[in-house]
């Protein structure tokens, strides 16, 4: 009797806005027809990240292939949500021949793999990799590096260069995981900053692993899908800083909320606000959409720091309500009566 084979999962993995979603689209747009669903954790109540896929406009990619589960960070929510997702998936009557999934940036990968051990799909997935995409601008400037002097050097700048941060943990628990680490926008870098990233970012990798340079997340399919890796038989060699803790941990020291906005009249003022609001709050991460007086598409926001782009990516809806909404990420304690202020231009 033949042994049925296993439906391979790929997890992508990797910091806030480091391009994990941007990485997945460019999959998804030249997978060549393979039918692959998509397991998407957004952090925080607006699904930005499961609506932008639904409306990448991809042939073939049909919106039920995109699960969004909002409920929490996967690895924190693996037997409520994450399971019978998996288990709906592979029980269609036209199972996908990959599944992908992109965790939350806060997502610490070692309790998600450890889930493919479960009895209910065991016998039925396999991990194929793990995909750590890395904010090389970000890294460049010193953030969760793990160098001593470095910290030093900037830790009156930015606080997160503290190597005992959570964050950091968090940075390097991802890189841990990994059977491949993508550095992303290259391109905002010249050689010798490149050269010294990779350095960096290979030292927190506890086993040979390829580093690969992308922007954009532009990367064949092929290369990040077929990895064969069987993570889940191999846990022992994917060291975590919460192992000795059985995998329980806590993100208190993140907090996460929406900001309702009403149609704008004047897309680069907003970014403006946004930027600012980063600048003056404890602000890690931004994205959204809203709408802009006098343009049937809506516009898109994402930034990363006070790193910001938007573009129009779809048209609204005949029955959608024009109400924006920006998502808000940062450390515990954020001031969320004057960020709502602010991006509202109150």
Known sequence: MSVPTKVPATVITGFLGAGKTTLLRHVLGHSGGKRIAVIVNEFGSLGIDGDTLRSCGIPGCRDEDIVELANGCLCCTVADDFLPTMEALLDRADPPEHIVIETSGLAL??????????????????????????????????????????????????????????????????????????????????????GAVERDVSAHLPRAVKILRANEGRLDPAVLLGLDAAAEDDLASRPSHHDAVDGEHEHDDFDSFVVEIAEQTDAEALVERLRAVAAEHDVLRMKGFAALAGRPMRLAVQGVGDRFRHQFDRPWSPSETRQGGIVVIGRSGLDRDGIARAIRGG
């Open 109 to 194: 990968p070692k309790p998600l793999l450890k889930a493919f051990n479960w009895p209910s799909i065991r016998t039925r997935v396999t991990v194929d990799g793990v995909v750590a995409v890395v904010d090389a601008p970000a890294v460049s400037a010193g953030r969760f590096a793990d160098d001593p002097v470095a910290v030093e050097a900037q830790r009156a700048a930015d606080a997160a260069l503290d190597h005992d941060n959570p964050l950091a943990e968090v940075f390097e628990d991802q890189l841990g995981a990994a059977d491949l680490v993508v550095l992303n926008k290259c391109d905002l870098l010249d050689e010798g900053a490149l």
